[in-house]
């Protein structure tokens, strides 16, 4: 009997679960597990994953093991380390965004660099980006698609309702959208200030889970919009998301989001899919799922259906005039009598600032899928569903007179 697959080291911000996993090949009889903390076995941890539970900051430098036996065979795993990331918004270092000095400046708006975050499993050759639209200023039709090894920059003209995809494959013929490729993408706007043409000019992007994670995408924005403290903001998955093996990352979803949510893993390894995709639709096994809380949420208000009908599966309202009763709903706060008028707007326009995000979640039903990407996002901010901006907790990010910005894109 021998340990095929280690417990790898875990990254992780207080209050956040570590995860470790074992796979061992041979032997005969039952095998058994038992996980040890500094030497010691932890009660209760007898399966070949170990999910912790929340860390803190004394938890940092702690070591973990597995032990496996099978009745005539015992073997222990190498230590795997817990690391507590001293950057309490989950962002990474600053070595993990490279030397930002060196990116060449930009001829047109602003430069977009791409680091391949992969942690060595896959070369920058088999790491794509690919970005297609028309330069406002010149009303060129632009598309280009290169590897991080040919390309790790470009130079971005002004462009709107833009999207950049990134893809790991094995070459550039094999990259694809379909349900068994491995791709993701970053939204933005890059216009001129107060609707004239630039320059100066502004950028409004974002990462997004709306639809679907397929890779692991974190940016990083620099501005020239000050002197003395110009915008500089990151978005994306936190740093230990980056850090850890993919296999780990969906294996912490399936520990963090309920059973109902299990059809969301219908096409893993290479995607994670939005609720409404995944069983929560019209005619999915989770189709009734929100229905009472809906009911509970529309009796305590005395929202009238005749101006707000209650959405259908999932969570499709008949028009877009009640984002704040939407992202209410998804994060059940929407249940208290006198939280929203009989026309889905709130009564107390100040409620999102009233309201802290630690209530969000807290009960079901509740979009699950999309808590699980705030939790790991940096400063805990993530578009998990279309009105995940309400109350400012989107990935959303704008500056004016942009730099650059930065993709990584991760395993």
């Known amino acids: 009997m021998s340990i095929t697959y280690q417990p790898a080291d875990q990254t992780v911000t207080v209050g956040q679960h570590a995860l470790f996993e074992v796979c061992v090949a041979g032997g005969t009889g039952t095998i058994g597990y038992q996980w040890n903390l500094n030497g010691k076995a932890i009660s209760g941890a007898t399966n070949n994953v170990y999910y912790t539970g929340a860390m803190a900051s004394s938890d940092q430098g702690d070591s973990i093991t597995a032990t496996v036996t099978n009745g005539s065979q015992s073997v222990t795993s190498t230590a795997a380390m817990v690391n507590i990331n001293p950057n309490t918004d989950g962002s990474p270092p600053a070595s993990f965004w490279g030397n930002s000095a060196a990116i060449p400046a930009a001829t047109q708006v602003m430069t977009f660099q791409f680091i391949n975050a992969t942690n060595g499993v896959y070369p920058d050759s088999q790491v794509f980006w690919s970005f297609s639209g028309k330069d406002a200023t010149t009303g060129q039709q632009l598309s280009v698609t290169n590897s991080i090894a040919n390309a790790p920059t470009y130079d971005m003209p002004p462009v709107s309702s833009a999207r950049m995809y990134f893809y790991i494959a094995a070459n550039q013929a094999s990259i694809g959208q379909g349900n068994t490729n491995y791709f993701d993408f970053i939204e933005f706007d890059i216009g001129g200030q107060n609707n004239q043409p630039g320059p100066p000019y502004f950028i409004n992007g974002d990462t997004t889970r709306v639809d679907a994670f397929g890779l692991k995408t974190a940016i990083h924005l620099h501005c020239n919009d000050s002197t003395t403290n110009p915008t500089d903001l990151q ?142 996002g940096i400063d805990g901010k993530a578009y998990g569903f279309p009105y995940d901006d309400v109350g400012g907790y989107s990935s959303d990010i704008s500056c004016n007179s942009p730099q650059y910005l930065q993709v990584a894109v991760g395993w």
């Open 235 to 376: 978005r994306g998955e936190d740093y230990g998301t980056f850090l850890e093996d993919r296999a780990i990352t969906f294996l912490k979803y399936q520990a963090e989001t309920p059973a109902a949510f299990s059809g969301t893993l219908q096409y893993a390894p290479y995607r994670i899919t939005e609720p409404g995709g995944s069983g929560f639709g019209p005619t999915g096994a989770q189709a009734t799922y929100f229905n009472a809380y809906i009911d509970q949420v529309w009796a305590a208000n005395n929202i009238d259906e005749t101006l707000v009908p209650k959405p259908t599966p999932f969570l499709d309202f008949v028009s877009n005039q009640q984002p704040d009763l939407s992202a209410a709903v998804e994060r059940h706060v929407a249940q208290n009598p006198g939280t929203f008028n009989a026309n889905g707007t709130l009564v107390n326009g100040n409620f999102w600032s009233t309201i802290s995000s630690s209530t969000f979640y807290a009960a079901a039903p509740a979009n699950y899928y999309a808590q699980f990407w705030h939790t790991h």
